[in-house]
Structures are given as structure tokens and as C-alpha cells.
């Protein structure tokens, strides 16, 4: 006599009823109390992860709904109906793959079918898994026929993507969302299951298989079958993650003792045992960052401990930890982590970056808290009050009027940072006695025109953006009003002025003419058919000092624009 075929658990403990679904008890009752009030609707969506009783709670549906005794919230599942639907052979309950059946043409053959009535039951029930796959002329194919199906007809959607699913289908379904199983409900099923088929485990090892389901019922109940095929005896937390590929709690524990205490040797020796056991580099940097993330939270509060799914001694391992490590230091560690995650997508060799990143955690500069540093500086200035710094008295601004420019301020105007755009914005907010010399030299310069900085605007333009200053050498300083520096060009270089109005270049001119004018300055470029042709003293340098010697030297930018341009389009110099 021929045994039976084994049937895998995730077949075998299927839910039969509403009432065995787990963790989806809300939508059991909302569609019992559908059948039971006679408000069954023509089209359902059950949306949600993989494996948490989507595809089973359609069977059950279509179950109560062609039962014999049905329409009833409590299939028999002993007739006909319920035997077929259950092996998947009903010719009223049609199962299809939106995957493979995804074209216009299958959606219109289906659209066909609808119309005849069913062949036993009471509905002619489509369950279409995945339906997101449809494509778009399919879902507009169906679009009618799902608004206005026969009565006869029922439509049941199931898919882990509901966002890709057009609005015009959802608006024309009741939608249910089913939720992630939480850790302890799997673990209590699956301990339900052991006993049942006389399976030996430990409590641990069946935390670690629960918890590596990631809230899916279905591949718990595979990775139990996978493990109970490879255990010899009794199922150990050691045969779940070396099936599994797991790994240890203890060993993140351990880690991350070396890297508070900045022994990197330890670290990549324990690294390294961890990749000789076979574990994936990638995997065991998201298991470190999920530890860092829950020594964060055990920092918080212990209580956040109920949001971490772990066993009860890893817990008290992290809360002993906690301690050892501030909050700064956590941070530090989360955004190393996450760069190198980032890192190792890119490259092939992923173990470098990650012992690159080991080494980068242990050898971190010690981290004080603010609050620390300032009551430090606090001590010091009690000890020696005569290191107090007293603000800087501004002197008066006399009445100075600049006719020339001097071109020995123009290296002043260069700036290295945005620190005394900073400052300046500061000034007004300061009171008079609190403007630190720097700020008070502007103060000086309040009536200065916009033709007398006109040089050392260029200048500071050139040191930072040769190109800008040359195009805006090319126009001529109007004047300022109201906080707006007018420069117009000739509409023969309306090149000039397109490329200075964009917003970098803008920007860029903006900033300087602020700090050379002591105000916040917008500048607006126009154009006119021709300059107005006064050759003031301020354009006289400025050409002056554009046109070099005939045997001088070039300088170094220029040297450098004219080698740049010497490699890009292969030239020489003629005479050389």
C-alpha cells in the first residue's frame, strides 16, 4: 500500500474557516457580517504582505458564498461546493494568475465568460491573485464589467502592491487591508503546530524562526518545515541560524562592546569568524543597525522594550549595554552604518567597506555632551575672569567721501566662506556697542556708489568666478535704489546678461555687492542699444588694468584658461 504524498504545513494548516485566519480577525467579521446582512458586494480588494491569509480568506469567501448550506458564515466544508473550491477544481470559483494573464486578450476572454451562469453554485466567483500585474488595457477592459457585473457575479482582487492598482479599480471595490502577523501571535501557531506534528523545539529557536518570517504566517510555517527536515532530535537556536544564516544576538552584544572600547583588532577578528560561517556581509550590517536602532530605544525608555521583537535575555543584554553608550555615540554609529549600507550596494567586494567602517567606529574622537562642553567653559571663566572677552566698541563713522578706487582693499573683499555674510546679516540685531571691528569698517562705507566699487567688485569677482567678472566687465554701473543695483548691457551682448541672470552667477554677484555696499543688494540687468559712453575714472582703471603689457606674462588664470583650452581641442600657440 502506497503512502500518502507529504503535504507541506503551509498547505496542510491552511485556515478553512473565518475563524482561522490569524491576526485578520477585524475583516472575518466585516465579511460575516456582509453574508449575514445580505450586503455581499460585487468586487473586493484584499491588499496586504505576502503570506498573512489574503488568497485564503478569497477561498473561504467563495466558500460561504456557494456552500450548500450558503450563502453561511460557516461553510460546511464537506459538499461539493466547498471540496472544489478547497482543490482548486470548481468551475464556478476560477482562480487566475494576474501575472500570467496580464494581456487585453485574457481580460476580454474573461470579460465573455462573465456572462454565462454558473455551473452549481450560487456565484460564478473570479479571485484574481496579484492583479496589479494587469496591465493598463487590461484593467480598462475590465472597467464596465467590474462597475456593472452580472448579479450572478463576484470579483475578488488580491494583491501585495494595492499603490499600482489604478484609482478607477479601487474606487469600484471595497478594499480590505491585511495587516502584518506580529512575532508573538506566529510563534504561539507555530507552537501550536510543533505539538500537533510532534516537532522538538526550543523556545529561542522558535522565536528566531517566527521573527525571521518578517510577519508573514506562510513562510513561518515553511521555515519550520525547512528546519524540521535538517534537525536531528530536538530543534536548537544553533540549527535555526545555521539554517537560516542568521545571526546571534550575542555576537552583536559583542561587537559592539569592542567598538565602545575602540578595539578595532577585536572587531575584525570577530568579523571575520562571522563571514567564515558563511553570513552575508550586507545582512550582518542591517543586523548591526538594527541593534544599534534598539540600544536607542533602550536609551529612550526601557520601556520600548515591548517594541523590540527579541527574546527576554537579549532585552536585559541591551539594556546593560545602554548603558555603556550616550546617545550621540548611537547616532554616530546609525550614520556610519547606514553610508557603508549605501556603499556596499555599489561595489562586488562588499567586506571592505564594512571592516573599513569597523575600523572608522572603534577609532571615533571621544563625543562629550553639549551640556558638558558648557559647563566646562562656564568653570574656566570662573577661574580666570580676566579672559573674559567684552564686546568691541564701534568708533564713529566719519564723513569720508571715496572718489578713487584702492586696490589694495581688493584682496580684503575675497572671502573664503559665507562667515561674514553671516555677520553681516547679524549687525542690526547687535547693539551698537556689540559690532566687532570688522563689521564697523563697512559701517564706514554706507554712501558709497556703485560706480566707485565698480573695480573692486570685479576684482573680488575674479578671484572667485573669472568668467562672471569677465561678462559683467562688459556692462555699465548704473545705479542703486532702493536696495536694486541696475547694470545695463548693449543688445549686442544680450549673451552677457542671459548668462550673469542665472541664479548662481545672480547669487554670486549678489553676495559681494552686499558686503561692498553695507546693504542687502538685488541687482536687475537691462538692456539698451547702446551704453551711455562716459568713461568715468573707474572704467579708465578697469581697462587700464585689463590690458596687460605686450611682453608680460600671463598670469596664472589665464595660463590656465589658455592650457585647458589647448588639451580640450588639441591647438598650439603660433610664434611658440
Known amino acids: 500500500m502506497e503512502s500518502k504524498p507529504y503535504v507541506v504545513l503551509a498547505r496542510k494548516y491552511r485556515p478553512q474557516t473565518f475563524d482561522d485566519v490569524i491576526g485578520q480577525e477585524a475583516i472575518g467579521t466585516t465579511l460575516k457580517n456582509a453574508i449575514t446582512l445580505k450586503r455581499v458586494g460585487h468586487a473586493y480588494l484584499f491588499t496586504g504582505p505576502r503570506g498573512v491569509g489574503k488568497t485564503s480568506m478569497a477561498r473561504i469567501f467563495a466558500k460561504a458564498l456557494n456552500c450548500k448550506k450558503g450563502p453561511t458564515v460557516t461553510p460546511c466544508g464537506e459538499c461539493p461546493a466547498c471540496a472544489e473550491i478547497e482543490g482548486a477544481r470548481s468551475l464556478d470559483v476560477l482562480e487566475i494568475d494576474g501575472?500570467?494573464?496580464r494581456g487585453i486578450d485574457e481580460i476580454r476572454a474573461l470579460r465573455e465568460n462573465v456572462k454565462f451562469a454558473p455551473a452549481a453554485g450560487n456565484f460564478k466567483?473570479?479571485?484574481?491573485?496579484?492583479v496589479h500585474q494587469i496591465t493598463t488595457d487590461g484593467f480598462n477592459a475590465l472597467l464596465k464589467t467590474l462597475e456593472e457585473p452580472p448579479a450572478h457575479v463576484k470579483f475578488?482582487?488580491?494583491t501585495t502592491s494595492a499603490n499600482k492598482v489604478p484609482a478607477t479599480i479601487l474606487s469600484r471595490c471595497q478594499r480590505f487591508d491585511f495587516r502584518r502577523i506580529t512575532t508573538d501571535t506566529i510563534a504561539s501557531t507555530l507552537k501550536e503546530i510543533c505539538k500537533k506534528e510532534k516537532i522538538k523545539i526550543d523556545e529561542d529557536a522558535l522565536f528566531l524562526v517566527a521573527k525571521a518570517a518578517d510577519g508573514s504566517l506562510r513562510d513561518s510555517q515553511s521555515l519550520l518545515d525547512?528546519?524540521?527536515?535538517?534537525?536531528?532530535?530536538?530543534?536548537?537556536?544553533q540549527d535555526v541560524l545555521g539554517s537560516l544564516g542568521s545571526l546571534e544576538e550575542e555576537k552583536l552584544v559583542e561587537l559592539t562592546t569592542a567598538l565602545a572600547e575602540g578595539d578595532a583588532k577585536a572587531a575584525l577578528f570577530l568579523l571575520n569568524d562571522v563571514l567564515n560561517e558563511g553570513k552575508d556581509a550586507f545582512i550582518f550590517l542591517e543586523k548591526f543597525l538594527e541593534?544599534?536602532?534598539n540600544l536607542l530605544f533602550m536609551q529612550v525608555s526601557e520601556k520600548l522594550g515591548e517594541l523590540i521583537d527579541a527574546p527576554e535575555s537579549y532585552k536585559k543584554a541591551l539594556a546593560e549595554q545602554a548603558k555603556k553608550l550616550s546617545k550621540d555615540e548611537l547616532f554616530y554609529f546609525s550614520a556610519v552604518i547606514t553610508h557603508t549600507l549605501q556603499t556596499m550596494k555599489r561595489f562586488e567586494a562588499k567586506r571592505i567597506p564594512l571592516e573599513i567602517a569597523l575600523v572608522k567606529l572603534a577609532r571615533k574622537a571621544p563625543m562629550e555632551e553639549l551640556s558638558q562642553v558648557l559647563e566646562a567653559l562656564k568653570n574656566q571663566e570662573k577661574k580666570s575672569p580676566n579672559l573674559r572677552v567684552e564686546p568691541v566698541k564701534a568708533a564713529p563713522a566719519p564723513a569720508a567721501k571715496i572718489s578713487t578706487p584702492v586696490k589694495h582693499h581688493?584682496?580684503?573683499l575675497k572671502e573664503e566662506d559665507d562667515s561674514d555674510e553671516e555677520d553681516l546679516d547679524m549687525i542690526d540685531d547687535l547693539p551698537p556697542t556689540a559690532i566687532p571691528a570688522k563689521e564697523s569698517a563697512f559701517h564706514e562705507m554706507k554712501n558709497v556708489s556703485l560706480a566707485t566699487i565698480w573695480s573692486p567688485l570685479i576684482g573680488a569677482l575674479k578671484s572667485e568666478k573669472i568668467s562672471v567678472a569677465s561678462y559683467l566687465a562688459e556692462g555699465e554701473p548704473i545705479g542703486v535704489s532702493a536696495g536694486v543695483a541696475r547694470i545695463s548691457f548693449p543688445e549686442q551682448l544680450e549673451?552677457?546678461?542671459?548668462t550673469l541672470e542665472a541664479p548662481d552667477n545672480r547669487r554670486l554677484i549678489e553676495k559681494h555687492l552686499s558686503l561692498l555696499l553695507n546693504q542687502t543688494v538685488r541687482i536687475e540687468f537691462e538692456s539698451v542699444k547702446q551704453?551711455?559712453?562716459?568713461?568715468?575714472?573707474?572704467?579708465?582703471?578697469?581697462?587700464s588694468s585689463a590690458k596687460p603689457a605686450a611682453n608680460a606674462p600671463p598670469d596664472e588664470a589665464t595660463d590656465s584658461m589658455i592650457k585647458s583650452a589647448m588639451n580640450m581641442f588639441g591647438g598650439r600657440i603660433l610664434g611658440q
Open 495 to 498: 549673451f552677457h546678461r542671459e
Open 291 to 293: 541593534h544599534t536602532r
Open 125 to 130: 466567483i473570479y479571485i484574481i491573485d496579484e
Open 410 to 412: 581688493q584682496p580684503a
Open 156 to 158: 475578488i482582487f488580491a
Open 99 to 101: 501575472a500570467s494573464n
Open 531 to 543: 551704453l551711455s559712453g562716459k568713461k568715468t575714472e573707474i572704467n579708465s582703471v578697469l581697462e
Open 226 to 237: 525547512q528546519i524540521a527536515a535538517c534537525a536531528d532530535g530536538k530543534i536548537s537556536k
